[in-house]
């Protein structure tokens, strides 16, 4: 087999060759899957003597949430996810996840879209408004990506977008979180308003698959608009670490996404043992 050696600058090029064919999106989960967070839910757990409180990380409550011997604490879902709701700690708890490196298994593709400028969109059960998981966006920014690679975004998000034409490269960050982001903080109010779902919490994974039904229409609708627009594929991946997300996505991306978007190559990353693993969802 012949083979073909690249020079680094020719490299360089074919890499954005390929970059600019293919829109590359992506749609995140936050906890467990960017980012190790410390906030914990409030719970109860059955013993002998009764029902005692006992506060559960995220990754706990994924496997114990439909466990009868735990339940939210005084059955009341604005007291158990108080610290889910609230804006302060969330904050604080990105700040000290990042200070402690406790990155999860999609952090580095997180960064990677962050630093193309590639679209992206937050999807995650916590009960934010959506304007708080944007600063989280931007503390994690801010936080993790050194000088040269805050330049290297720029520089894409430039390339990218019209109107970013004599803004400042603060001004730069914010029109790109603002036009190629989307949170979908699905326990929110302001998630069930947007959509007209009613109460979304009793049921984040159907509230999930909503949230990616309309981040794919968006960056399939707004990709003329984009200065390089001369896109020969489309691809969207979706990262979560809660098995059953995971697998309901796969089986919506499956059945019903693989044929709204024929023209679209859909990627699950599946993060719940604490790796990742890639699922191509093939085409019929």
């Known amino acids: 087999m012949k083979k073909i050696v690249l020079t680094e600058s020719q490299y360089g090029r074919l890499q954005t060759n390929l970059l600019e064919m293919t829109m590359r999106s992506y749609i995140f989960d936050w906890d467990d899957n960017i980012l190790y967070m410390p906030t914990t839910i409030k719970m109860e757990r059955k013993t002998s003597l009764g029902w005692v409180p006992v506060d559960v990380s995220t990754s706990q409550f994924a496997n ?7 339940k939210l604490r005084d059955d009341d879902p604005k007291i158990a996810f108080a610290d889910f709701r609230d804006s302060e700690p969330f904050i604080r708890d990105t700040e000290e996840a990042i200070n402690n490196s406790r990155f999860a298994p999609s952090a580095d593709k997180f960064k990677e879209a962050l630093i193309y400028a590639n679209p992206f969109a937050i999807n995650t059960a916590r009960g934010h ?57 699905v326990s929110s109010d302001e998630f069930s308003e947007r959509f007209n779902l009613g109460s979304s919490a009793s049921n984040p994974e159907e509230a999930k698959k909503v949230a990616i039904e309309h981040f794919t229409k968006k960056v399939f609708d707004s990709a003329e608009k984009l200065v390089n627009s001369d896109y020969k594929k489309f691809s969207v991946g979706f990262s979560d670490d809660d098995l059953g997300n995971v697998m309901a996505v796969e089986e919506f991306v499956q059945n019903e996404l693989n044929k709204m978007y024929p023209e679209i190559h859909f990627v699950v990353y599946d993060t719940s043992s604490n790796g990742k693993r890639k699922m191509v969802i093939e085409k019929e």
């Open 64 to 70: 114990i949430r439909d466990n009868k011997d735990f």
């Open 129 to 185: 408004k959506p304007e708080v998981l944007k600063e989280g966006v931007k503390l994690f920014i801010t936080m993790v990506l050194d000088r040269d690679e805050k330049k290297f975004m720029i520089d894409n998000i430039r390339k990218t977008l019209r109107q970013s034409k004599g803004l400042n490269d603060e001004q730069v960050i914010d029109l790109y979180l603002d036009e190629m982001g989307e949170y979908y903080p």
